[in-house]
Each structure stands twice: as C-alpha cells, then as structure tokens.
C-alpha cells in the first residue's frame, strides 16, 4: 500500500490550500487518516486526524483555519488549511493506520506562504 499526497504549493499569506493524500494497493480497510507537518530542524508536528468513524482532532494552532475530511469510497483524505500564514511554511505529510499493514507515511508535499 501506498499514500500519495499532493496539493502543496505557494500561496500568500491570508490565502487558502487543499492538500489531498490517497491511499492505494491492497488496502483492505483503513483506521485514522492524519496529517502532519515537519519544518527543516524540527520535529514531526501532528497537525489533524480523521477516525474512519468520522471523527476529528486538531492541533490547537490549527483550529479554526484548517478543516480535516475524508472521502472513504476513495481513500482519501484532504486538508483545507485557510488563513494560512509564513509559519504553516513547511512540508506536511498524511499518515494512514491500515487495518491489515499497520501505520504508513506518505511523501510529503511543501507548502509555501509568502508574498
């Protein structure tokens, strides 16, 4: 199984992005699909989670701006991330817990805000 995330590009500051992350191969079910971010020197941040219920989480520097949903039929997650500022600038990551393969990592895709 795979994750491929895309959606990641520059917008300035005040602007929005949707990021999307499919999950393909032999994949059986699927859990918790999250996000997350990492910046060059620091630790991978959690950003958000969607339960394969519906149910969500968000890191409190990102509530109110993004918006974690998923798509089941296709094994996808998206992250509507609004009111983006500099500091969001970095690479995020989406993250699925399969049922049958455990936790898997896609790539990243980098998200720049500048003017």
């Known amino acids: 199984v795979q994750l491929q995330a895309s959606g990641g590009g520059l917008v300035q500051p005040g602007g929005s992005l949707r990021l999307s992350c499919a999950a393909s191969?032999?994949?059986?079910?699927?859990?918790?699909m999250m996000w997350y971010r990492q910046a060059p020197g620091k630790q991978r941040e959690w950003v958000a989670t969607r339960t394969s219920g519906g149910s969500t989480g968000y890191a409190d520097s990102m509530k109110g701006r993004f918006a974690i949903s998923r798509d089941n039929a296709k094994n996808t997650v998206y992250l509507q991330m609004d009111s983006l500022t500099p500091e969001d600038t970095t690479v995020y990551y989406c993250?699925?817990?399969?049922?049958?393969?455990?936790?898997?990592w896609g790539q990243g895709t980098q998200v720049t805000v500048s003017s």
């Open positions: 191969g032999r994949i059986f079910s699927i859990n918790s």
């Open positions: 993250n699925a817990d399969f049922t049958r393969w455990g936790n898997v």
